[in-house]
């Protein structure tokens, strides 16, 4: 049995819950972009190769991708405030675990750990929103979570080299003790509380597995190789399409499933689900070739690549609380067209920036495709949450932070291989400008082709629900 709504919003203070959501979502972010600066350190700390280091990101970016969908689910079962807490105390406990590893596998295992609390914090943060805040709130709600995700991700490589330079690299992991204390003392005190529930047999632990195991594979089949795709890629990705369809099997008989195979046929969720992949596919986009773009075509220094690449997560963390009023106001639907318009036309001038233009023209693209990224992801966000029973919003919830990650992990390896591609060039630094701004060009006009893509995802339901009742009426 699924468990009851808990109370209404008013039963705990407003500005405590929204505090703990935002402390949660902005560990969560901080977490997967934190250790990326600490790579060279872990070479040398661990004598290991960057291809071994480079697990420490991996491990917690597969933790949280192949258990985000479970944990959402589970939230619906045994309560989303009970998960919250304990979805803190176990990323709390992992970044003690990894400022202590010995050796560097127990810190790549300690990671995992990190990114499973990382899951249940991600994959419920959305989902609480619907119980702590009302209704004509929540898009500024999720505009607030937006804005912490991105200033996360911002403030991780910078805030992780202040601490390493200073503290040694075990402090980019301490610093999280702190803020997992407050926020699981936040939790406590001010989410609401769940009603109790006997669902133990509901939990659907074969299609969990077979979930897992299916993103797992295509993870590993997009990360493996630095976007150079072999038999290992290949089977792979084999492996990950034949654990999908034997999933769907699996859900289609099993007596509670983990994900209902016609949740997907709700439109909110089908077309939020298809149009958060594609939308974060195009985002990730910037991050992947940006820096190619800015020092093979335009030629700066490390530092003004540095300072032109931050604009984009500066941009994101400044609109996404305006974007949230906006869909309050005008609606979540408008507010989602309009910004995936924004992502497709910033996606497009990208595709026909030239090095005349300077970094100016690359900054004035990448703040308009950055800027309907946080319109979008407000919007659909709240959309797909408030607008779905209650009592699934764990696992909605759950499937709109697949759709996220499975968008980064698609964007980092597909669209820097068609990059590598159009460029024709396996070694970019030996690649010339013309080819460098080939591969740019290229890149981002498939780029803009995905946020159209997304674009008629999102409105195809109001264009036939339309020419049904022009039909109807005839």
């Known amino acids: 049995m699924n468990a ?3 109370p ?3 039963s705990s203070p407003l500005s405590g819950a929204l505090a703990c959501l935002a402390l949660t979502m902005l560990l969560s972010s901080l977490g997967t972009s934190i250790a990326n600066v600490g790579l060279p350190t872990f070479v040398r700390a661990f004598d290991a190769s960057f291809q071994s280091v480079q697990w420490v990101v991996l491990a917690y970016l597969l933790a949280v991708t192949t258990l985000v969908v479970s944990a959402g689910r589970l939230g619906d079962l045994f309560g989303r405030r009970r998960l ?4 803190i105390a176990t990323f709390t406990a992992a970044s003690l675990a990894c400022a202590a590893a010995p050796s560097l596998w127990v810190l790549i295992a300690a990671r995992a750990g990190q990114g499973a609390g990382a899951a249940m914090m991600m994959a419920l943060t959305m989902a609480l929103v619907g119980e702590a805040v009302p209704k004509e709130r929540a898009g500024r709600a999720m505009g607030l979570l937006g804005t912490t995700s991105a200033a996360g991700t911002a403030l991780g490589p910078s805030l992780g080299g202040v601490l390493i330079g200073n503290f040694g690299w075990q402090a980019i992991f301490l610093i999280n003790l702190p803020l997992g204390l407050l926020a699981a003392s936040l939790a406590w005190r001010f989410l609401p509380s769940d009603q109790r ?3 133990t047999a509901d939990f659907d632990l074969p299609g969990s597995l077979l979930l897992a195991s299916a993103l797992a594979s295509y993870s590993l089949a997009m990360t493996l190789g630095r976007g150079q795709f072999g038999v290992i890629n290949l089977t792979l990705a084999g492996a990950a399409v034949a654990l999908g369809l034997v999933f769907l099997v699996v859900e289609s008989k099993a007596r509670s499933p983990l994900v209902r195979p016609a949740l997907f046929r709700e439109r909110l969720v089908g077309t939020g689900f298809v149009a958060s992949g594609l939308a974060t596919t195009v985002a990730m986009t910037t991050l992947v070739v940006g820096p190619f773009y800015l020092s093979g075509a335009l030629h700066l220094e490390a530092t003004r690549i540095g300072l032109v690449m931050s604009m984009g997560p500066l941009v994101a963390a400044l609109a996404g609380v305006p974007a949230g009023k906006a869909v309050d106001r005008f609606g979540a639907l408008r507010m989602t067209v309009g910004g995936l318009l924004l992502m497709a036309t910033g996606a497009f001038l990208l595709s026909r920036v030239m090095p005349s233009s ?35 919003r764990g696992i909605v919830s759950g499937l709109l932070n697949l759709s996220r990650n499975l968008g980064l992990v698609t964007g980092a390896s597909l669209m820097g291989a068609v990059f590598m591609h159009a460029a024709s060039t396996s ?3 030996s690649a010339s400008t013309a080819a460098v701004v080939s591969g740019t060009h290229a890149v981002f006009l498939l780029a803009a082709l995905l946020a159209a893509i997304a674009l008629a995802a999102v409105i195809a339901p109001i264009t036939r629900a339309a020419a049904h009742f022009l039909t109807r009426t005839r």
């Open 4 to 6: 009851s709504p808990s």
């Open 358 to 392: 300077g970094a100016t023209g690359y900054v004035i693209a990448l703040v308009t495709l950055t800027a309907g990224f946080a319109t979008f992801q407000a919007a659909n966000n709240t959309a797909v949450v408030t607008g779905t029973d209650p009592g699934q």
């Open 84 to 87: 919250m807490l304990f979805g």
């Open 427 to 429: 070694t970019i630094a």
């Open 8 to 10: 209404t919003p008013s």
């Open 197 to 199: 529930t006997s669902a």
